[in-house]
């Protein structure tokens, strides 16, 4: 069987459109099935506990002093604090027990024996299994006793500060924020073990995993794992006869005539583009020290080899948890979204022999827009949460405090703004290829994976501080799922496309069926995938099912991408006089920490009876790493690589600096996942399973000798990585010494890279 291009393009669409009608109808019950936030929680007596004005203001606190990024929230964001909806349930139970001790038998409850506890035990479950059928919330005479004690904790902790815990004196600034953080919390933990009206399940389908508050994995959990990994193997199958039944060309390096560096013109634009390279060094670079900073804040909660009492200076003050884990996320995303910027803006001259008027001078005012609003941004974020941002100025110049979409709103819409005007610079620089090719065609498809980037990022603007918390989610995960298994997945394939059709490895029309066919396929799993996130968020239980099948799915792309890059790596080096082995060393080595970190830990841990024990511990730690530096930050460092080369002179290319990084990152991922991190993971997994949530999250297991030892373990790896950072950084300041003048005349006519657009077959 052989498809064409346009048959491949139509499927393309038919799988989008259920992915639209779902997505769609999710978002609308999303607002009608939410966690409802009453006007008023009441006591026995009918005095009002807490008030849905206090809730909103609590998540309004939970965002703006950045808590997102010390603990989580339903299990999503930073696992160095607490769950805080966890660890209020466990509070809760634990305040209740003690009054129903107290009132029944006038002792505290360990004081009772066997039998007295268990009964007390079941009192505090039935009290908390409770329905909700709209109006206020009633809280039984032991409720009201634990939320006001639980309220005095948050307190304690969060604004007159525990250096034991990590926690900043002032980190919430007033005693009144810090009880309304706790009223939002307390509510996320009562929606927890409510159940949903109409269902035996509470809103987050039973989630944490609490005995003392009755919550259990239910059936549907253990039911789609298992429907899921059948599919999976059934799906892996056909996805593999689809795959072989595709004719495409088998990789060869036969006949091929690949350009050297030296033969390669560079315009002025892609000398511009060259110097997002820098600035993505040097965000790169601040990224991985902030790293190391946190990686050692869960051994020393309040210090950093003793600077404290060397200079008397608490590091934990100037520079909380919260915000250099804020900053580490962030320049994470920019310096991988900066380089890739700067290779979709290099790689269209290769291709066409073109470069608009001033195009170089438009490339320039994108990076000089992009320096203003990450610098923006990362101020706004520490001026935001230290309180120096009034009223509605925190959330839209400061800290959003979402985790990935920390920075203020306004600096958010400027890099939408910079995302429009980068893809208006690719239309120019690829027109004369648009123009000639169908709307399916490789250009097309570049501009319809930097589009999705751009569209799916709008998802984070409808929503505010106010909005509930389980819708907010919704959005967020659109953003932050979508880009990552859908856009970014659609953007890699596309982009190694067009630097094989750069190299003159592969015609285009052979590249966009390539890319088609895996668009397809990320296009069938990856949107649709992103629902496994709303398992335990409060939004409705259907869907399990679906987020199950589709997370699981994911697999499958991500292992034809690494088929792809490494028979075509062989194929280009196996008949030696290569010259791009280095770029395509970054690239192959993309496709391996994808599937390893996106496929095989992503489908691990995505599994829902796994997911409901694991959700936001050191498992997911290590599948992001692996998936985000080791698939997108190996992608742009290859991209790097190759417009490096093909912009010095072949006698002054110097390859060893960027070969030893290499290495470096690899050796240095390697040792932070499998010999600290996941091991990490599995200990809190373990405790999770035999004791509970909040346990495998509690500042007691942190300090288990055993998994102290694992944070030490982590620093050799931590070291490589830091290391194989500075060198590179060093390697592109001197690099932009011994660039080639680019050529004068725009309208050059260069086609020595771009002869592979104008050949291959019809179809």
Do not use: C
Not at 398 to 410: A, D, I, M, R, T
């Amino acid at each position: 069987m052989e498809l064409t291009r346009k048959t491949i393009a139509k499927v393309i669409v038919a799988a989008f459109l259920p992915n639209l009608v779902v997505m769609g109808a999710g978002a609308w019950f999303a607002y009608q099935e939410a966690p409802p936030i009453p006007e008023e929680v009441v006591g026995p007596d009918g005095d009002a506990v807490a008030t849905g004005e206090s809730i909103r203001d609590g998540k309004a606190a939970f965002q703006q002093y950045g808590l997102m990024n010390h603990g989580s929230i339903l299990g999503n964001g930073a696992y160095y604090g607490e769950d805080y909806t966890a660890d209020t349930l466990d509070l809760k139970a634990a305040h209740m027990r003690e009054y129903y001790a107290r009132e029944e038998y006038g002792t505290g409850y360990d004081s009772l024996d066997a039998s007295e506890r268990a009964g007390i035990d079941q009192t505090v479950r039935d009290d908390l299994d409770s329905a909700h059928d709209g109006g206020a919330i009633e809280y039984s005479a032991a409720e009201v006793y634990a939320h006001e004690r639980v309220r005095e904790t948050y307190v304690e902790r969060y604004h007159e500060g525990d250096h034991d815990r990590g926690v900043p004196v002032g980190m919430i600034e007033s005693r009144e924020g810090a009880e309304e953080f706790a009223d939002f919390a307390l509510w996320t933990a009562w929606f927890s073990h409510t159940d949903r009206p109409g269902s035996d399940n509470s809103y987050t389908n039973e989630w944490p995993y609490s005995p003392p508050a009755g919550n259990d994995a239910t059936g549907a959990a253990m039911v789609w794992s298992v429907i899921a990994m059948v599919l999976l193997v059934g799906a892996a199958g056909a996805a593999i006869l689809l795959y072989k039944s595709v004719k495409l060309p088998e990789p060869s390096a036969e006949g091929i005539s690949v350009p050297e560096p030296g033969d390669v013109s560079v315009f002025p634009s892609q000398r511009a583009a060259l110097r997002f390279v820098p600035v993505a060094a040097g965000l790169f670079l601040a990224q991985v020290l902030l790293g190391g900073l946190l990686a050692h804040f869960y051994i020393e909660r309040a210090g950093f080899f003793g600077i404290e009492e060397l200079f008397g200076v608490h590091i934990l003050q100037l520079l909380p948890f919260a915000i250099a884990k804020t900053w580490h996320i962030d320049l994470g995303i920019l310096w991988i979204a900066s380089t890739w910027l700067g290779a979709g803006l290099f790689l269209p001259p290769l291709l066409t022999g073109h470069e608009p008027r001033n195009q170089a001078r438009y490339v320039n005012v994108l990076l000089g827009a992009l320096v203003v609003v990450v610098g923006g941004g990362m101020a706004g974020i520490w001026l935001g949460a230290n309180g120096y941002l009034p009223g509605e100025l925190w959330w839209l110049l400061g800290n959003e405090g979402l985790e990935y979409l920390e920075v203020g709103k306004v600096w958010q819409g400027g890099l939408l703004v910079g995302f429009v005007l980068w893809a208006v610079l690719a239309v120019r620089g690829l027109k004369p290829l648009l123009d000639r090719e169908p709307i399916y065609g490789l250009a097309h498809m570049i501009l319809y994976a930097g589009g999705s980037i751009t569209l799916l990022f709008v998802a984070g603007f409808l929503f505010t501080p106010s909005t509930n918390i389980a819708v907010t989610e919704f959005w967020r995960w659109w953003v932050v799922h979508m880009w990552v298994e859908g856009a970014f997945e659609f953007f890699i394939v596309a982009i190694i496309g067009l630097t094989l059709v750069s190299m003159n490895l592969l015609t285009r029309r052979s590249a966009e069926k390539a890319v088609m066919l895996q668009a397809l396929l990320v296009m069938g799993t990856g949107v649709i995938g992103v629902s496994h996130h709303y398992w335990w968020v409060g939004m409705p239980d259907y869907w399990v099912p679906i987020g199950s099948v589709f997370s699981t799915l994911e697999l499958l792309p991500l292992i034809f991408i690494l088929y792809e890059a490494i028979g075509q790596y062989r194929a280009m080096t196996g008949s030696g006089g290569f010259p791009y082995t280095l770029p395509f060393m970054f690239i192959v080595a993309s496709g391996v920490w994808n599937f390893v970190g996106a496929g095989v830990l992503g489908f691990f841990i995505n599994l829902p009876l796994v997911n409901y024990y694991e959700h936001g511990t050191y498992l997911t730690v290590g599948h992001a790493h692996a998936a985000m530096f080791g698939a997108f930050g190996f992608l742009a460092l290859g991209m790097v690589a190759y417009m490096l080369q093909l912009s010095i002179d072949p006698d002054r290319w110097d390859g060893s600096w960027l070969r030893a990084s290499f290495w470096l990152w690899n050796v240095g991922l390697a040792l932070m996942v499998f010999v600290s991190v996941l091991p990490v993971g599995f200990l809190q997994l373990d405790v999770a399973f035999t004791e509970s949530y909040a346990a495998a999250r509690s500042l007691a297991f942190y300090e288990r000798p055993l998994v102290q030892a694992l944070f030490w373990a982590r620093l050799p790896g931590d070291t490589l990585l830091i290391l194989g950072t500075v060198v590179y950084a060093a390697d592109v300041v001197r690099k932009r010494f011994v660039l080639r003048r680019s050529e004068d005349d725009p309208t050059v006519d260069d086609m020595a890279v771009a002869e592979g657009i104008v050949g291959g077959d019809d179809d």
